[in-house]
């Protein structure tokens, strides 16, 4: 068993939170968020090298104010609290906190008294604040190490004990060398060791799965989770791992040939390709309502799934893609902020299956799949690829999928794709397709006027999906992309171009 260093960040509810942990592994120290009534008894078992309180949006002399497990605090171990967390530890430790003006956005950080958590950082530093709270008087034995001028303990030591605080955000960009400061805590007073590299993370999680018992049923989509997530496995237990790829006719263009080349050409892995689309696309006959349409692509997904487990079982496990942040929003892991959404990649199969869920990516970030996927040799054209929903081109066909629609839908995002390639901006968006529906546009060939269907193209920045704006493509670019799709797609007269960002629309059509 390999153990690497780690630091456990005490999640308070901040929107800040997880930033803690990304920061952390980007140096390479393992990070991880635990919800803040972490028993005392669970964390120790962590054995973390050192604990960091986040921010939260509670006040700690409120009646209900989260608080941890009493015992952290005598852990024995190197602490930082941030904003609500140095309020923690003010309180905690016999200060006071009291109630104060707002303070949002940039402070400008005053650094006193040398210590080794601010140290390199510079004498006076932006530092990104977002309290209503802050430390009136520090506990004894705690001195301050930094001011700003509306917060003279913005950060505090009890040196001796290497506990800190700090009112601002080390974590967001926004903070002048933020990163120097958690570096500051995590190597030089914790001393982590930066352990945490894709290499060894890919060898810890293969000497984890081979000590497991029966077969793993992977669904694979051709995308790059479910793709690492079977090479991991594939890695560890050979071919007591099978992969099954469902053709359900709602693909890119020529992808389940692309999907089944890679596959085979690249990867030793037990693969079964299902050609289901006659089924997909008569389930979805008529259907023109966007959540049933959904719904009819999740369970017949299930079905074959269900019908592969019979056929070629039995199985002990399902193995899913299921990412880190997933975890987080499925409130697996969350503190005392809302919920986001339960999310299961896989939802609904039959209780009799019995499967027990196999993650093998649950702690990573999408980042870090991508290093992944380049160590296990996964093609760069895959790991280039834009996101794909699951439910497909039934979500970018607004009205009933038929194999008009879906072939104009195919063709002209193929040209999408193929036109921003050549004009070097496929890396540079999130995502870009064409969509179409039923609205139809009057068009001029030859001689004749012609009744087509109407595309619209849709090209978005983002980051992470959560918000996204349309991009502001040359001109040229789009020119050409009109001109291809009414030359080389018959039925299409007119193209549009969406000019809505996320919010207030979603990314997706449908
Ligand atoms: P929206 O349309 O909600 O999409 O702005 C955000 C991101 O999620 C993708 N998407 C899905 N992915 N199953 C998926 O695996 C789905 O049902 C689904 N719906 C949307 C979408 O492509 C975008 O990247």
Redesign the pocket.
């Known amino acids: 068993m390999i153990r690497l260093d780690k630091i456990i960040v005490l999640d308070f509810g901040s929107q800040y939170s997880h930033l803690i942990c990304r920061r952390i592994r980007e140096f390479s120290v393992y990070a991880e968020l635990v919800p803040y009534d972490i028993p005392y008894e669970k964390l120790k078992e962590m054995n973390p090298k050192g604990i960091i309180f986040s921010g939260g949006p509670s006040s700690v002399y409120n009646n209900g104010a989260p608080k941890p497990d009493s015992q952290i605090f005598q852990i024995q171990l190197p602490l930082l609290g941030i904003c609500y967390g140095h309020q923690l530890i003010v309180d905690n430790f016999g200060g006071r906190v009291k109630r104060a003006n707002k303070e949002y956005g940039h402070s400008i950080l005053t650094v006193d008294n040398g210590s080794s958590l601010l140290s390199g950082v510079g004498n006076s530093v932006r530092a990104w604040m977002s309290h209503g709270d802050e430390a009136e008087k520090i506990p004894e034995n705690f001195e301050i190490i930094g001011h700003t001028e509306r917060s003279h303990a913005a950060a505090i030591a009890n040196k001796q004990q290497s506990i800190y605080g700090i009112q601002f955000h080390p974590e967001v960009v926004h903070t002048e060398n933020g990163v120097q400061i958690l570096k500051n805590f995590v190597l030089n007073i914790c001393k982590a060791r930066q352990d945490w590299t894709m290499e060894s993370f890919i060898e810890k999680t293969v000497s984890d799965i081979s000590k497991i018992e029966g077969n793993v049923l992977c669904g694979v989509s051709g995308g790059i989770d479910s793709t690492v997530a079977a090479l991991l496995i594939h890695k560890a237990i050979g071919n007591r791992l099978k992969c099954v790829f469902v053709d359900n006719g709602l693909l890119r263009l020529n992808e389940e040939q692309e999907i089944e080349k890679m596959f085979r050409d690249n990867f030793a892995v037990d693969f079964t390709a299902v050609n289901a689309k006659a089924q997909f696309l008569g389930k979805l006959k008529g259907v023109t309502d966007p959540e049933m349409k ?1 719904k009819i692509v999740g369970e017949e997904f299930v079905r074959i799934f269900t019908d592969f487990a019979k056929t070629h079982g039995p199985f002990r496990w399902l193995a899913q893609g299921t990412l880190y942040p997933d975890v987080i929003e499925s409130g697996v892991s969350k503190g005392p902020a809302a919920v986001i959404k339960t999310h299961h990649n896989v939802g609904g199969l039959p209780d009799w299956l019995k499967l027990e869920i196999l993650e093998p990516l649950r702690e990573l970030y999408k980042d870090e799949v991508r290093k992944v996927a380049a160590i296990l040799g996964v093609p760069q054209k895959l790991l280039a690829r834009h ?5 497909g081109l039934a ?1 970018r066909i607004i009205g009933e999928v038929t194999e008009k629609k879906l072939n104009i839908a195919k063709t002209a995002s193929k040209i999408v794709e193929e036109e921003l390639e050549a004009a070097g901006w496929y890396d540079k968006v ?2 870009a397709y064409a969509a179409v529906g039923d609205d139809k546009a009057v068009g001029v060939v030859g001689d004749e006027r012609k009744y087509g269907n109407i595309v619209m193209i849709r090209v978005v920045e983002s980051i992470d ?1 959560m918000t ?1 704006d349309w991009t502001r493509l040359p001109h040229e670019i789009l020119a050409k992309i009109s001109n291809r799709i009414t030359n080389e797609i018959d039925e299409v007269t007119w193209v549009s171009y969406v000019v809505s960002s ?1 919010p207030p629309a ?3 059509p449908q």
Request: glycine share 6%; proline share 20%.
């Open positions: 959904r996101p794909f929903p699951g439910p979500v999130w995502q999906a996204a996320k979603t990314i997706e």
